[in-house]
């Protein structure tokens, strides 16, 4: 039977998390969905983790792709494999909380929502919250996005009845292809409905790309002048705009951080 939810993963050397992330859909309380983890030739125990998932789980499918290619290759390779009306996305080492699926298409139903975005917190490597939850905006179209950055591709979803599934075609880009295509999106005039249900969790994992600060603001200017080509005075102000927030997101987490660390929390 097509499933209602197709759940977009890639994954590269996740031993780490992917196991409690996968365990973060089984325990949705819709379950009307598959799982299409596309591996980006992992050098560790990702595949065969997957692998022993998928056999005790049939809505779990392991895509082992034979040459890397990054995160955007693997998005697409496990896209072009879905079957689900909506499209979901979760990275190989974040988390869903169980009702995450239910409640927001619920809720893009009432709001006869084509794309939508639920809010989330920061956890650390070892799950526990940072300190940190963003809520997003009621509405968030192009411009709402260039200049406040909230969309989080754990808490992202798309109804396919209602956009192309071909404006989820991910950019060839190394870096901020997620972003690129939420933009992409946005700009076909669907602009993005927030949950204010804090139904997901994005885990900040050391070593990762957008950890690199020097290199993800990098990739964060070639989107808006390669990518979005935007003029540069209108760049510079959503350059100065997303470096404000990620110095107070940095700050926020690690003084929370330091706070329960003193409080033995």
């Known amino acids: 039977m097509t499933p209602l939810v197709s759940v977009i993963m890639p994954s590269y050397n996740a031993e780490r998390h992917i196991a409690e992330s996968i365990a973060s859909v089984q325990t949705q309380t819709l379950d009307d969905w598959e799982l299409i983890v596309s591996d980006d030739c992992s050098s560790d ?78 956890v650390g490597e070892d799950g526990a919250p940072l300190g940190r939850t963003v809520h997003m905006l009621d509405t968030c179209d192009y411009m709402g996005f260039l200049t406040h950055n909230l969309l989080q591709t754990v808490g992202i979803m798309a109804d396919t009845e209602r956009l192309d599934r071909s404006l989820l075609v991910m950019p060839p880009m190394q870096r901020r292809q997620d972003a690129a295509t939420w933009l992409q999106v946005l700009k076909a005039g669907h602009a993005c409905r ?68 003193r409080s033995g929390r």
């Not at 390779?77 to 974040?94: K, T, V």
């Not at 070593?207 to 290199?215: A, E, P």
């Not at 070639?222 to 350059?239: A, K, Q």
């Open 194 to 261: 927030g949950l204010p249900d804090v139904l997901c969790a994005y885990r900040r994992v050391a070593g990762s790309l957008s950890s690199d600060k020097f290199k993800a603001a990098r990739g964060v200017w070639s989107l808006y002048r390669d990518v979005e080509r935007l003029p540069l005075p209108m760049s510079l102000y959503c350059f100065v705009r997303y470096a404000a927030l990620a110095v107070w997101k940095r700050s926020y987490t690690e003084g929370t951080k330091e706070r329960n660390e």
């Open 45 to 122: 125990s990702t595949r065969e983790i997957v692998s022993g998932i998928a056999e005790s789980d049939p809505r779990v499918r392991l895509l082992p792709l034979e040459e890397n290619g990054g995160a955007a290759k693997a998005r697409n390779n496990s896209l072009s494999h879905a079957r689900g009306r909506y499209i979901a996305y979760l990275d190989a080492d974040d988390l869903w909380y169980p009702e995450k699926l239910e409640r927001q298409i619920a809720f893009m139903g009432e709001r006869c929502a084509a794309f939508s975005c639920a809010s989330y917190e920061v």
